[in-house]
């Protein structure tokens, strides 16, 4: 079955790392999503991670896959206020169409 | 160059109303998608255009929802008649290939009282 889980809510300080993590059901996933989605806008991609990869880095972002207990985690290090929005993993199982989780919320302490 | 946009922005209803929502991919995009965030809650797949056939519409809810897309451009997103749990952010998405980077819009907050 296709569900994707995240939590709520996390609240970090200016300059501290971020981790949003994401549990995902489907073990047919090719790609694994983050979209941010800040106040009146659409989602933007950040980054994707190939279900055969084990983690990538892209300058603040890291994400981390593990394909064993499904579960990806993106990790923003020196996060600032700019950062706060809502974070979306997702998943393409080849079916084209998206399965995404309910988003969290990421709010930045000056 | 443009990206994708939603029309209109925020639209408030009365039950049993009907409301288009509209979107315009990304000129030369043949793959729209249109998916639907209710109650702050996942958001949903809700159907897959390849030009201007429906390529999937499993995600849609019940036929109270149609969608079309005349011509392989814009595409619209009829609800009649409204009823109270349609009540969301529509977001559309447009890609140039089927496995290419979604391109999402800023969505439509549908409101319906």
């Known amino acids: 079955g296709e569900d994707v889980e995240q939590s709520l809510f996390l609240s970090v300080r200016e300059g501290d790392s971020s981790v949003i993590n994401c549990t995902y059901t489907?073990?047919?996933?090719?790609?694994l999503y983050w979209y941010k989605q800040e106040p009146g806008a659409g989602l933007q991609l950040l980054t994707y991670?190939?279900?055969?990869?084990d983690m990538k880095q892209d300058q603040r972002l890291t994400v981390l896959l593990n394909k064993k207990d499904k579960h990806l985690s993106l990790r923003i290090a020196d996060t600032q206020t700019g950062d706060s929005a809502i974070y979306f993993c997702a998943e393409d199982t080849g079916r084209r169409a998206l399965t995404f989780g309910s988003g969290t919320r990421l709010q930045v302490q000056p | 160059e443009a990206g994708v946009t939603q029309f209109p922005s925020h639209s408030v209803i009365e039950k049993g109303q009907t409301v288009t929502l509209r979107c315009d991919p990304i000129?030369?995009?043949?793959?729209l998608y249109w998916y639907r965030r209710v109650m702050g809650k996942e958001i949903k797949f809700l159907l897959h255009?390849?030009?201007?056939?429906?390529?999937?519409e499993s995600g849609m809810p019940n036929n109270r929802f149609l969608a079309e897309r005349t011509g392989g451009t814009y595409s619209t997103l009829k609800v009649q008649p409204a009823e109270l749990e349609d009540s969301g952010v529509y977001f559309c998405?447009?890609?140039?290939?089927?496995?290419?980077?979604?391109?999402f819009g800023p969505g439509t907050r549908l409101t319906v009282l």
């Open positions: 998405a447009s890609s140039q290939g089927g496995g290419d980077e979604q391109f």
């Open positions: 489907d073990s047919s996933s090719t790609y």
């Open positions: 991670i190939f279900s055969n990869m």
């Open positions: 000129s030369g995009h043949d793959n």
């Open positions: 255009f390849v030009k201007e056939s429906k390529q999937d």
